[in-house]
């Protein structure tokens, strides 16, 4: 059962991965995450300031019962398929970031060093949840998809603009975790 | 009901992301530094499927599930949205190691903190539809 509960293979979740995104497709859809913080907004009354907005978001109703059968998925795997043995990264990465301050996943998803609560309520970690999600937010509709719309579906539809896109997401990621991290987590 | 088939795939969806930890932060800085195959391995493999799915869709033009023909959405033709959108949403990527679909999982596993996450890329998704007339494309 380690199988089930530990982390599972790289092959078989990247095969389940393109197989999602089939799925999606065989339902004449497209797969892609980020076109739903543009519907959200939509649903929040955008329209009234941005044409961008203005579309009937009920179209879009497939997409948030994805999200949120998404949202339920991670519940299930978390409390239900998970035994705390996973995250197991390279002990390397591990002591990098011991020297940034950041803590071990020992099992974690996700380092308290970012995402605790206490951490949340430090201007400092409010602002980095922020404005990390601001990137997100902008980055994906300026360059049309994320990492499922391009970097999945884009590239297995051999696109270029999508190539493009993702060498843009490792230019950014790269500077991020090369050069901006260190000076965010530097411990003065 | 008609979206039911859709609350399924998201569910699959976000146990096999969750199980992959493709939304561990530590699992996209770790792939940013180069120190391990996991994630270029899924993402490989995700895209080895998708390519041989395709092609084999468009070979035996295989009809949906409605029974219309198969058309995959061409992208756009540009260069500069991708690449700096691109760079841009990577920056964010790195930081909190979130894409927009792993940010919907993460609440299911009780990462609370990636609400803030959410609400960041609500904003920003707002102001890119903003200004998207004033950046080059």
């Given at each position: 059962m380690e199988y089930i509960y530990g982390t599972w293979h790289w092959a078989i979740s990247g095969f389940l991965i393109g197989l999602t995104m089939l799925i999606l497709t065989y339902f004449g859809k497209s797969f892609g995450m980020s076109s739903n913080l543009r519907t959200m907004c939509t649903m929040a009354g955008a329209g009234k300031f941005s044409?961008?907005?203005?579309?009937?978001w009920r179209e879009q109703k497939w997409s948030l019962a994805v999200v949120l059968g998404a949202f339920v998925g991670g519940f299930i795997a978390f409390y239900?398929?998970?035994?705390?043995?996973?995250?197991?990264?390279?002990p390397d990465t591990v002591s990098q970031l011991q020297t940034l301050g950041i803590d071990a996943p020992k099992g974690k998803l996700m380092p308290d060093a970012i995402f605790s609560m206490e951490t949340l309520k430090t201007p400092k970690g409010f602002a980095i949840l922020l404005i990390g999600g601001l990137l997100i937010g902008f980055g994906t509709r300026y360059a049309g998809g994320c990492t499922s719309g391009h970097a999945i579906s884009g590239l297995s539809n051999l696109q270029l603009p999508s190539l493009v896109a993702v060498v843009g997401f490792f230019i950014g990621g790269l500077a991020m975790a090369h050069f901006i991290l260190p000076l965010i987590f530097k411990t003065a | 009901m008609k979206l039911a088939r859709f609350f399924l795939t998201g569910i699959f969806f976000g146990i096999v992301l969750t199980k992959a930890e493709a939304v561990s932060w530590y699992r996209i800085y770790e792939m940013f530094q180069f120190q391990s195959f996991h994630m270029y391995g899924i993402i490989g493999t995700a895209l080895f499927t998708g390519v041989v799915g395709n092609q084999i869709i468009k070979k035996f033009k295989i009809k949906d599930y409605n029974g219309y023909s198969i058309h995959i959405i061409e992208k756009e033709r540009g260069f500069w949205r991708y690449i700096i959108g691109g760079s841009l949403f990577g920056l964010g990527w790195a930081l909190v190691g979130s894409c927009p679909g792993p940010i919907f999982i993460l609440l299911g596993t009780?990462?609370?903190?990636i609400a803030v996450v959410l609400i960041g890329a609500l904003l920003g998704t707002y102001i890119y539809g903003l200004l998207k007339d004033k950046l080059p494309h």
């Open positions: 044409d961008f907005f203005k579309f009937d239900f398929l998970s035994n705390g043995t996973g995250v197991n990264i390279n | 009780g990462t609370y903190a």
